[in-house]
Nanobody
């Protein structure tokens, strides 16, 4: 099995910043898409940001200009992806999930891999 481990969530005041990390423990990103989704209470899961083919980025309109997705270049972007969140708003409150369309571990390919989520709460 492969695992995506998110970290960095917490409570922050409006206007504050958080940096989420997603680590592919013991495995590597091997597909085309790595990204972050979020799900607020009572709402459907929605795309926040994604990296496509290692270079192109795509953001939800609600986070453009405030959030930045990136991959750790120290390992050729194979193991860690980040989400820098600035100017946070109460409506950003949600559980944030890391996603990879394809991962590989010990020569075995896994599709549609999700992390367990990390909670972000924006409140004064």
């Amino acid at each position: 099995q492969v695992e995506l481990v998110e970290s960095g969530g917490g409570l922050v005041q409006p206007g504050g910043s958080l940096r989420l990390s997603c680590a592919a423990s013991g495995s590597s990103f091997s597909g085309y898409v790595v990204g972050w989704y979020r799900q607020a209470p009572g709402k459907s899961r929605e795309l926040v940001a994604q990296i496509i083919s290692g270079e192109n980025t795509d953001y939800a309109d609600s986070v453009k200009g405030r959030f930045t997705i990136s991959r750790d270049t120290r390992d050729n972007g194979q193991h860690t992806v980040y989400l820098q969140m600035n100017s946070l708003k109460p409506e950003d409150t949600a559980a944030y999930f890391c996603y990879a369309d394809q991962m590989v571990k010990d020569g075995i390919t896994y599709l549609e891999v999700w992390g367990q989520g990390t909670l972000v709460t924006v409140s004064s």
